[in-house]
């Protein structure tokens, strides 16, 4: 492992658990949230949704909606031309996916419950949304498929002209590849001598559920037609107005102002961008889009929803010999932005930290008449690492060995490094062996041990369960050439410039969008480091695409991997123009120049110039070398060889109570190890909100639709956010084994809480009952599954019903008790 | 329409208003006031929560018109300026990182300080009991329960 770490000596800020810089607008009240820009004359859209999951649109009357009070207009899409442009699909993942025309508006056909069907503009949204009601729709009501079960099947169709249900499928073999050997064989080996471990589990549909509506604004009366968007791609949402609507891309601002929270969530191009776009082009007003939270929770992209089965291989002594993942991914009613490679990123992750000789993963891609899903925190990822965590578990289990040491036997080592796994990655760096033990001591692992052969001795009712996840992820998208290579429709480079005002203060303009991470305060940190400033005196810029022109935003854990690194870059090209300017002014030899202590100084001497001297001699321009621009400013761009690869240890114990099938987090210990850390605070809030979304997908959460297609979780009384009171404190803490593949040293974070968490709680739940003959619980673990899976000797069965709510009486207006009346399976 | 009068962040105003027209809709529409936010319409994320007569309220849970004579303080009128004299609880909310993309926080602060104006020395317990009428997404809890710990003067969890 080669450590690099090439912070300049005065460093000071790197590494400083700094307040953030954007907090005071926000903790005041002061923000620009998209819903609160009103512009003159603006105008106000409401939608009108298909309340059926699958039908034929037969008419649309519209005059009774027309005569309410403030309407403007009202359109359906025989209304609009091509100039409405489409939803894209930026990553088909084989040559043969099918694809179906994602209109913004339905045309004669909905395919999910929640689609378009027409638009209401009027002078305020109460008065947009009074006509909405008004729109008669009539509809024709065709079968519609729900599930992903019975997607597969190919009986019903969700778009009967594809003929299938089946989008794509992709496929990587380690024999084909030549990393590795024939999974089939591997596991043919096992069966006659050793262990087949053979698991179906249900990565339930989930909802991003950002806590900012999202929302859009489209001012078209400047020479640039300006698009404020809650989003968190304005680049390539840019982009994607321009290549489907036909107006030059210069002609196209897009701005993403404080923005309320993404988690992949935003990371789409939608119908409600394009509508709003395309109306105010229309009319030359103004107009505003702001979706309710019932809207957002039924159009908005839903995340994960894959069936996994899984077949692992391993000696009689718990060595793995071979992994075969078969995946069928419900894309739902359309292809979204990024839609079928979701699945696809964890193709790489599913092997995970651990040596496996044989490796295959197939993922069958599928339409249902349900809301689109996309990406959602650690997309793909988490579903793999939750695959391969419990799979070892259950292979322990087998084995009849603690947890943690099946997981010791297989694993690479920290002298292994870098290496390549079975599916083609190259690990550059890591320490499983000393997050492990470091985790380990925090969590108090033998004596919580201990405490459970206590209580499995006493026959207690409320047995106690510990769970692991020794974790790791690709993230910091991504190798343009990687991305190449996998048909992705656009490169994953980062953008930076770095610009020197007159007074020596520093702007710096970044390609990331962030919303809620603290990229100007960790960005500022980075800069002041590198160019010997004051943290107070670098201003970050993004999130606008006439400041930050180039960029691909923010997602995937890369804004500080990718990002950092081309602002580093563009910092030392900043240095480098700057030393001849300052040799000049000092009157020594370029080659007597050091950057030393934020300064250029002359070797030996005591002279020097600070970058902000030399930026304000350079405004004045007076006294420059010959043939040197008074010019400063220096702009980069990364392009990653290779992924990053954060990973830790995360444990967590959780006490259930066999006899009310009620469960309870315990305690909740991780060490992850981010590489080189720029701002501890920043990073530690990272990693407790990612635990929580991880968790509550464990727990809590769950999208559920009834057999018509009808999203009953469809608002928060029925969508299970967790709140104060459901969560616990947790203990974290960090190893650091830097990243080789950026100058800083830094690895993601962004995700890592959510895609370690969710193994480690169902591991727990598992874990405390398996003396039962329990040996998996289906997510969300709720009480009621977890008591027929003691009573019933089944997973838990299916959310039928609604989930659990916090505001039911039959809640007993405290949450957590599930409704519903799942069939055993 | 009704005709209502109130006082908002110290400020007397009369307006017009639908009966229908919710709190945080004449807050928002009406006065400006976009520090307080909508988050939800179920009434569940608490992002609207604004003081109604020095007690804490959803204001998407109520009328304009039931404010009527009424006095609000919204997240904007907690603090004199923007630039000091912030609230303790605004204070301590950046002192631990208590926020993030900071959509949840005008609400998350302003159920806090009626929480502490309540029981001024809160256990973790009743802090979590106390907010549970506000989602976070980003947060995970953690740092906000701090931040009311410090605000409250009382020991403040590990980061």
Known sequence: ?825 | MARISMRVDGMKVTDDVEPRTLLVQYLREGLGKTGTVIGCDTSNCGACTVHLDGDSVKSCNVLAVQADGCEVTTIEGLADTVESDLHPVQEAFRECHGLQCGFCTPGMIMQSVDLLKRNPQPSEDEIREGIEGNLCRCTGYHNIVRAVQHAAGTEVNAL
């Open chain 1, 1 to 825: 492992m080669t450590a690099v770490d090439a912070r300049p000596e005065q460093a000071t800020e790197i590494g400083r658990d700094r307040r953030r810089k954007e907090d005071a607008r926000l903790i005041t009240g002061r923000t620009r949230w998209t819903d609160n820009i009103n512009l003159p004359g603006m105008l106000h859209l409401a939608m009108v949704r298909s309340p059926f999951a699958h039908a034929r649109i037969t008419g649309i009357d519209t005059s009774a909606a027309e005569e309410s009070e403030g309407v403007v207009t009202v359109l359906a899409a025989k209304d609009f031309d091509e100039s409405l442009g489409v939803c894209i699909n930026a990553w088909p993942i084989t040559p043969d996916q099918k694809t179906p025309a994602h209109p913004p508006v339905a045309v004669d056909r909905v395919t999910f419950a929640g689609e378009i069907v027409a638009v209401v503009a009027a002078r305020s949204a109460a008065a947009a949304r009074d006509a909405a009601e008004m729109v008669e729709v009539d509809y024709e009501e065709l079968p519609a498929v729900v599930s992903l079960e019975e997607a597969v099947k190919d009986e019903v169709l969700a778009h009967p002209d594809l003929g299938t249900n089946k989008s794509a499928l992709w496929v990587f073999d380690s024999a084909q590849a030549g990393t590795g050997g024939n999974v089939d064989e591997a596991i043919a080996s096992a069966k006659s001598d050793g262990i087949v471990i053979e698991r179906t589990y249900r990565q339930q549909r989930l909802i991003p559920a950002f806590m900012e509506p999202r929302s859009v604004v489209c001012d078209p009366t400047g020479e640039q037609i300006t698009v404020w968007s809650a989003t968190q791609i304005p680049h390539i949402l840019r982009f994607a107005f321009a290549a489907t609507t036909g107006v030059p891309e210069s002609k196209i601002r897009v701005i993403a102002p404080d923005v309320g929270g993404g988690f992949g969530g935003k990371l789409q191009q939608t119908p409600e961008e394009m509508i709003v776009f395309a109306i105010a082009r229309r009319l030359g007003k103004p107009v505003k889009y702001t979706e309710t939270r019932s809207e957002s929770l039924l159009a908005a992209h839903h995340g994960r929803d894959q069936i996994q089965k899984l077949t692992l291989s391993a000696t009689r002594d718990g060595q793995v010999t071979g992994l075969k993942v078969e995946l069928d991914a419900n894309l739902g009613a359309y292809v979204a932005i990024v839609g079928g490679g979701v699945p696809v990123l964890g193709a790489f992750m599913f092997n995970a930290i651990y040596k496996f000789p044989a490796y295959q993963f197939n993922c069958q891609t599928v339409f249902t008449n349900t809301t689109w899903t996309d990406a959602y925190r650690g997309a793909g990822r988490p579903e793999a690492t939750y695959a391969i965590e419990r799979l070892m578990d259950e292979l322990a289990a087998e084995v009849g060995v603690d947890p943690l040491e099946i997981r010791e036997k297989n694993w690479i080592t920290h002298e292994e490094f870098p290496f390549t796994t079975i599916a083609g990655l190259t690990y550059d760096s890591g320490n499983y062996e000393a997050a492990t033990a470091n985790a380990k001591e925090m969590f108090g692992y033998d004596e919580l041990r201990a405490e459970q052969q206590q209580r499995r001795a006493d026959n207690d009712p409320v047995q106690l369960g510990i769970g692991i996840s020794t974790f790791t992820e690709m993230c910091g998208l991504a190798p343009s050439r990687v991305l190449g290579s996998l048909d992705y429709g656009a490169g994953g480079w980062e953008h930076a410039q770095v610009r020197l005002t007159p007074t020596g203060k520093v702007e710096v303009i970044t390609g990331a969008s962030a919303h809620g991470q603290g990229h100007e305060t960790a960005f500022s940190q980075i800069v002041a480091d590198r160019l010997g400033v004051a943290f107070e005196d670098v201003e970050v810029l993004h999130g606008d695409t006439q400041i930050a022109a180039k960029g691909y935003d923010t997602y995937g854990s890369r804004s500080l991997v990718v990002g950092g690194e081309a602002l580093v870059r563009a910092a030392d090209k900043v240095l480098e123009k700057a030393k001849p300017i300052a040799a000049h002014l000092l009157e020594a030899s370029v080659d007597d120049m050091e950057f030393t202590g934020g300064r250029w100084t002359v070797r030996g001497t005591d002279q020097g110039m600070s970058i902000g001297e030399l930026s304000t001699a350079v405004f004045a321009a007076h006294n420059l070398p010959d043939g040197v621009e008074a010019n400063l400013d220096s702009e980069a761009t990364f392009d990653p060889e290779n992924f990053n690869f954060p990973h830790g240890t995360h444990l967590c114990a959780m006490e259930v109570d066999t006899e009310t099938g009620q469960v309870k987090m315990r305690k909740y210990v991780c060490c992850d190890d981010i590489g080189n850390i720029i701002n501890p605070l920043i990073v530690a809030g990272q990693v407790h909100g990612g635990l929580v979304q991880g968790i509550a997908q464990a727990l809590w959460e769950d999208a559920v639709y009834d057999d018509a297609g009808t999203l009953v979780s469809g608002s928060f009384v029925d969508y299970l956010l967790p709140t104060a009171a459901d969560t616990i404190s947790f203990d974290i803490d960090h190893t650091t084994s830097p990243a080789t593949t950026n100058t800083l040293g830094t690895k993601g974070v962004g995700e890592a809480g959510t895609i370690a968490s969710t193994p480690a709680v169902v591991n727990a739940i598992v874990d405390a009952l398996r003396p039962l003959g329990v040996h998996d619980v289906t997510m969300p673990c709720t009480p009621e599954r977890v008591w027929r899976a003691i009573n019933e000797g089944s997973a838990g069965g299916e959310t039928t019903g609604a989930a659990a709510a916090h505001f039911d009486p039959s809640t007993g207006m405290s949450g957590n008790v599930d409704r519903t009346e799942g069939d055993v399976q």
